[in-house]
């Protein structure tokens, strides 16, 4: 008399919990590089970008998930000096240095500020920025351990 049990493979298997870190931050980066894009596209536009998440409230002891938009601050200023768009990458809230006192990538115009972000994005999954997200997540992680 055969069992269901016998009629299924049982194999030992363990379930990786830990990914590279340094894959980590890059997909960490690369979703906010996306944010930024999106935002980018919608102000070339004329419109607005807002990203919803959701949010759980207590309220006389029960809670309740709301739907709220999520603040995204854009990455990018206009430079004084030259009248021309200057791009900072953001990884926290730490700026990242792409070289010894260079943090910001001076475009011209909103479809070259797109470019930017989109092939900042491709050299983030390449790994080309692992070093600079690297100093900055340092620098992130320093802030929590006071």
Same mark, same amino acid.
């Given at each position: 008399? /055969? ?5 299924? =493979? ?10 590279? *870190? ?30 919803? #998440? ?15 938009n999520k603040r995204?601050?854009? $990455? $990018? ?21 792409? /070289? =010894?006192?260079?943090? /910001? ?9 797109? *470019? ?9 999954? *390449? ?5 600079c997200i690297n100093?900055? *997540?340092?620098?992130?992680? /320093? #802030?929590?351990?006071?």
């Amino acid at each position: 008399m /055969a069992t269901v049990l016998s009629s299924l =493979k049982v194999i030992n298997a363990v379930k990786q919990v830990a990914t590279d *870190s340094a894959q980590f931050r890059r997909e960490k980066l690369c979703k906010k590089l996306d944010e930024q894009i999106n935002l980018a596209m919608a102000v070339s536009e004329g419109n607005t970008y807002t990203v919803k #998440r959701q949010r759980n409230i207590k309220d006389s002891g029960l809670t309740t998930t709301v739907e709220v938009n999520k603040r995204v601050r854009q $990455w $990018w200023f206009v430079n004084r000096d030259t009248n021309k768009v200057a791009l900072q990458l953001r990884y926290g809230t730490k700026v990242i240095e792409f /070289a =010894k006192g260079k943090n /910001a990538i001076e475009v011209n115009s909103g479809e070259e500020l797109i *470019s930017a972000l989109q092939k900042l994005r491709t050299a983030t999954m *390449s790994g080309e920025l692992d070093e600079c997200i690297n100093s900055a *997540s340092l620098l992130v992680k /320093a #802030r929590f351990q006071k």
